[in-house]
Structures are given as C-alpha cells and as structure tokens.
C-alpha cells in the first residue's frame, strides 16, 4: 500500500504558526522514522511526503529525507510558480527523481487565486516538466479548481482531501455537484483524505464520513483514486491505523484489483511512473 499524502516537518512555531492551541499535539518534530512505525503497523509500504511550508529550502529538506528513507518514494514540494525565476526554479531540481509533484497552499489563498494570469503561466511551465500538481482547496473553492484544471487538459492534478467538505456542517450537496464536475475532466485524479480533519475531531463517526468516501467512489471511481493519511494532522482526529481503516472498509466490496488500484495502483501509476 502507498499512503499518497503524508507530511515531515521539524517543530518550529514561526514556520508552522498555522498550529494553533487546538493543534497542540503536533508542535514537536514528525520525521520519517515516526511514520514508519505507524506504516509498519497498518502494513503500509511506502508514502508521498506533501510540502507544509512555502519555501525552496524544504523542497530541498524533504527531497534530502527521502534520499536517505527509501519508503519515502516521492515529494510534492513547492517551487514559487508565479516567479519570474519559475524555470530556474523547477531546472534546480531537475536531477531529483523523487521529486514528482509541486503544491502550492490555495487554501489560504483569495478565491479568484487559481485564476491569476501568473498563476497560471507557471502552471503552464509545470505542465511542460511532467510534474503533477496537487490541488489544496476548500469546498468553496472547488469552481476556480474546476476552471483552473479545464484549463490545462495536459496536466496531471489530483485534487487533495476530497476539495475539504464542510462535514462538521454536514454541508454535501454543493460540494457534490462541484466533486462531479472536476471528476468529469478526464486528467483529474482525487485523494481519499483529509476527512476526518474535516469533521468533528472528537465526535465523528465512520457512519457521518462514509458518504462523502462513497461519493467519490462513485465520481472517480477506482482508476483515479488514490488513499492518503494526511499524517501527522490526522492525529489531532483519529489514529494513523484508524484514518487508514476508514477507506479499508469504505472499499470492501469492491474487486480485488479495484481496492489494490486505490490503495496503491493510482498513487504508483500517477506519482511513480516516471520514476521507476
């Protein structure tokens, strides 16, 4: 099994500032050989590592961690796309394999972000590197990412944490709507992430989430598919072997070679193929 979205960083309250009081357990250090663990014990195989911070230096770090833990088979980093130094940028780190995405945080972006002239003249550059790109959005934001992926048929986007439904509201129809319509475009894979995080930390339940996972199930379907923990930030929710659990059950039914594609054959095929 590939988790496809985990995240490393070393603790420090000015970088990571987004971790408020409510997130108190992850101000300390989350390195390589503290997801093994939690890997080992839910019989996963390997990760991706997502960029938490915007700089060229952890693009750099997480590209050194992965060098020296082989589990770690891939890195989403960041490079600043809207820079007149883009190419520059992505030519630097040309010679790193396992470097096989780019992300950038539009989440805590303007709405109207993704339809930035800049923006998307770096994207252009991106699409011409064969890196994917990663889509962190809210669910109010899933319009833009629909335009913004339309754009560009060519590049491979997964879209992060099913677009981040408001499930603590028990928001869904809207969201829906927007998940089948960036499913609809054909260079868009999804990520089944993120959920618990989404919800009441201490009072969801499979049963609340469960729908959201199905919607998905049914608007990608397996081939564009793909698990991710979102370790450590899921912590604050549920345990690593429990967020894995969730889609474990969530695809039960299905064909062996159906769960053995969102579990592992998506993340490989879309990430890893260019690297192997």
């Given amino acids: 099994m590939i988790d496809s979205h985990q995240h490393f960083w070393r603790y420090d309250p000015t970088e990571y500032e987004w971790i408020d009081d409510s997130m108190a357990a992850l101000r300390r250090d989350f390195l390589p050989p503290d997801a093994k663990r939690e890997m080992d014990a839910a019989s996963v195989a390997a990760c ?18 992965a060098d020296r833990h082989p589990f770690v088979a891939g890195i989403v980093g960041w490079i600043d796309l809207q820079a007149v130094d883009a190419d520059a940028q992505l030519e630097e780190f040309s010679s790193r394999a396992r470097l096989v995405g780019i992300r950038h945080i539009v989440q805590g972006e303007p709405d109207d972000f993704l339809d930035r002239p800049a923006f998307r003249s770096g994207i252009g550059r991106l699409e011409r590197s064969g890196l994917a790109y990663d889509i962190l959005v809210y669910a109010r934001q899933l319009a833009a990412a629909i335009r913004f992926a339309g754009a560009f048929p060519k590049q491979r986007f997964v879209l992060d944490h099913l677009g981040k439904p408001d499930v603590r509201r028990g928001e869904f129809n809207g969201w829906r709507r927007d998940l ?10 999804c990520k089944l992430s993120g959920l618990v995080t989404e919800a009441d930390w201490r009072a969801w339940t499979p049963g609340q989430l469960r729908p959201y996972l199905d919607a998905a199930l049914e608007s990608f379907g397996p081939a564009r598919l793909m698990i991710g923990s979102d370790w450590p930030v899921c912590t604050i929710a549920a345990p690593y072997e429990e967020v894995i659990a969730l889609v474990r059950d969530a695809i039960a039914e299905y064909s062996e070679s159906e769960r053995r594609q969102i579990l592992s054959g998506t993340a490989e095929s879309f990430y890893l193929a260019e690297t192997t």
Wanted: net charge negative.
């Fill in 180 to 189: 089948d319509r960036l499913a609809a475009l054909p260079n868009v894979c």
């Fill in 48 to 65: 991706i590592a997502v960029q938490a911070r915007q700089t060229l230096d952890e693009t750099r770090w997480l590209l050194d961690l």
